[in-house]
């Protein structure tokens, strides 16, 4: 499937030719705008903050673009809907799409807008737990195939945790939260920064968590990804959407308030913004993990080679990345605004 812009009188001389089969999925222009829609990492929650005050300050309509947010089901299937065409744009987390390029998959992540890792076992503080140590003989809720599940082996290694000896659940990203809950599993692996305040606000119990980073596992996260076939065919349209992505960003960061009011009325059904304090609790946690001490003071976006670098060792070291490659098969900063 090719991607490019279809003008009006285009589409119209060409459909009764063609047929219509396979149109939707592509970028569609219309009297100078494209339309294109983002496939998110997770129904809507507060690190997508920036892409709902986006639209709603019309910074996408200032470089012409007309957006659609769809929300996701997890990281691994982003990556497998952008894989497949179905989405120009998708927001999932870097390990998920390394992985996919590895296995020889062409795709690109052209910004990282996460890049400090807000991953955790997320638990009840009554349980006690201290140390990943204490997971041994516990069960935790996981998605296959995102990047949480795919660096639990190295969390808990480079801890002394034996992995034979705690049971994995793999469930959707919804259900790992109403696991924990209901007691179905004793912790979950998600981002502190949303699950825990969700689990906290429905249960009306204290949540606690063991970040991987505090563990000696940081990753950059959470990025925008293309089709490589997208990114030859449609360069100007990525740099683009980077533009105001990066603008939206900045401005959420700023204004976190008046982003979370747009991100509630963007998604008033998900479950993760149940409550508003919660939206407003998990921005506020996520445009603090924007920059690492090496990207500070750059563009949001731009990530820098190093960690690039490292998040490629700890994968090939324990996630079982093969050919491991340069950072630049994976991601670039070419597209971004200088």
């Known amino acids: 499937m090719a991607y490019r ?18 149109l939707a999925a592509r970028p569609a222009r219309a009297q100078g705008t494209d339309k294109v829609t983002l496939r998110l990492n997770a129904p809507g929650y507060g690190e997508h903050a920036p892409y709902a005050i986006g639209l709603d300050k019309k910074f996408f309509a200032e470089v012409g673009i007309e957006l659609t947010l769809r929300e996701g089901q997890g990281s691994g299937n982003t990556v497998q809907v952008i894989a497949s065409k179905a989405d120009p744009f ?40 201290k140390t990943p140590k204490d997971l041994e003989g516990t069960s935790v809720a996981l998605t296959a195939g995102d990047s949480i599940h795919q660096v639990f082996p190295a969390f808990l290694k480079r801890n002394g945790a034996d992995i034979n000896k705690v049971r ?19 912790t979950m692996g998600g981002f502190y ?9 429905v249960a009306n119990k204290e949540t606690a968590w063991l970040r991987y980073a505090d563990w000696g596992v940081n990753t950059i996260t959470q990025g925008i990804l293309v089709h490589q076939d997208f990114l030859k065919e449609r360069p100007d349209l990525v740099r683009r959407f980077l533009k105001a992505a990066g603008k ?74 093969t050919p491991k490659g340069a950072p630049e098969d994976y991601v670039t900063n070419e597209f971004l605004p200088e």
Request: net charge positive.
């Open 5 to 22: 812009t279809i003008a009006r009188r285009e589409f119209l001389m060409g459909a009764s030719a063609v047929g219509l089969t396979g």
């Open 90 to 129: 998708g927001y999932a987390d870097t390990p998920t799409t390394m992985r996919a390029i590895a296995k020889g998959i062409p795709l690109r992540t052209v910004g990282v807008f996460q890049q400090l890792s807000p991953v955790a076992i997320i638990f009840f503080k009554e349980k006690g737990y």
């Open 168 to 186: 994995v659940l793999f469930m959707d990203v919804a259900a790992k939260s109403a696991a924990v809950v209901a007691g179905k599993s004793d």
């Open 193 to 201: 920064t949303t699950q825990a305040a969700q689990i906290a606000a």
């Open 248 to 321: 939206s960003w900045d401005y959420a960061a700023k204004n976190p308030k008046e982003a979370v009011q747009a991100l509630l009325k963007q998604f008033p059904a998900s479950t993760f913004l149940a409550k508003p304090e919660q939206g407003f609790r998990q921005w506020d946690y996520h445009r603090d993990l924007m920059h690492t001490k090496r990207s500070a003071g750059k563009s949001p976006g731009w990530v820098a080679r190093e960690d690039v670098q490292d998040t490629l060792d700890l994968l090939a070291e324990y996630g079982g990345l």
